[in-house]
């Protein structure tokens, strides 16, 4: 119960609201007789996660925590006289909004701002009523419809490979890809020649040169292979020369990156055609839109979200954005569908199990055994996993030996 009946803000509140402090006193009445100031006691939740109500909420005064399901809390504070901002405006709300004092707050619905808007348009100049939301017109324009637009007009920098994976995709994708064409690139790196003729564990030969070194490591792995070893390297290190800041963000799932790699590479050993190299690539760059996206390009000042918002609607993006990447990147369709397809559990097709199924598995596997709390359906309801023929004998050592075998994929980019 609230202690204080719900009443209507007087206009000296809603000029506190910086999107519309400057509107007449006449256009603040009108608004004010739609809403409500309420007032909550200590302990009392403003909002539960997964709301997917049609309002924003504007805190007038005191203190209210913001829990994410992870367990992450940050606190706003508001005094009385201080400016008013809405909190929490993604929907669904990946928050918990709970009273610490007693708060009093405003939710504006949406549909009341565009009414009023279309009433009052001819006498409101410069000022739209719309900007109090993270709409810049009258539909459900968010964060992330925000973010395909800034994706589409090029307004977001998305990264180049480094120049050995890029050169080694030209020629892969070339019709004269041969092991002498691959090795005299290769020959300019030798960092990643180091890697390859360890991972191709090549006798150590003093009477053989650099090249003929190379070339004994290429011809062991095989033209597939040394491809996806050499694009995992070049993945490995656009993330390792992210900043230190956007690495705090971007940490959880690089890790979660890594062990689907990992399981991937594990339980495609199993399927003859499945390559389990081309399996960890696949795993690795399954949502390497999330990883490279630095939420400081993104216009979203005005929109008065946070970083945890902005990140929940890059991982809303997540196949949309990593699809985009792997395109720019000239990554073949089969990887692309991984990035675009490895989130839908209820995946079904005609046909044996292909990489997509495997990631999908792999993914699977890795959310259901991390430390946050994911909605997961049943493995036995997922068509891929079913296809594949995934035993809980299988997925449980999988998960055993993933930590090895991400040590070893983390080596190939150290």
Known sequence: MHSIAPRIPDVSTLRRIDAIGGLSEGHLIAIANRLQLIDARPGEVLLEFDSTESTSLYLASGKVSLRARDGRVKFVSVGQNDPIDPVAQLRPSVYRITA??????????????????ELSANDVDDISVHSLFSDDDATDISVINQLYRNLMNNQ??????????ARVQ???????????????????YPDVAHKLDNVARCSKRDDLNALHKLKLAVDRLGLES????????????????????HMLRVSSFWEHSVNVSAIARILARKRKSIRSDRA????LVHGIGVLVIDDDLLDH?????????????????????????????????????VAEECGDWSRAHDGPPDLCDLVLAANYYA??????DHVLPRADAIPAIDALGISADESIAALREAPTVGRNIRKLFR
């Not at 491809?227 to 490995?236: A, K």
């Not at 960890?280 to 795993?283: C, Y």
């Not at 959310?367 to 946050?372: F, I, R, T």
Request: glycine share 4%.
């Open 156 to 165: 977001i920098k998305l990264p180049s490979l480094p120049s050995v994976a």
């Open 170 to 188: 030209r020629l892969y994708q070339g019709e004269d890809t041969d092991t002498d064409a691959l090795c005299h690139v290769l020959l300019n």
């Open 226 to 245: 040394t491809y996806c070893l050499v694009m995992t390297y070049g993945v490995g290190k656009i993330v390792n020369r992210l900043s230190r800041k």
């Open 100 to 117: 610490i004092t007693k708060v009093t707050y405003i939710k504006i619905d949406r549909q009341t701002l565009i009414d009023y808007a």
């Open 280 to 283: 960890m690539l696949a795993g």
């Open 301 to 337: 000042r005005h929109l008065m979200l946070d970083h945890l918002e902005i990140d929940h609607a890059i991982q809303a993006m997540r196949p949309e954005i990593s699809s985009l990447l792997l395109r720019k990147w000239d990554f073949e369709d089969d990887l692309i569908q």
């Open 367 to 372: 959310l259901l055994h991390s430390d946050v």
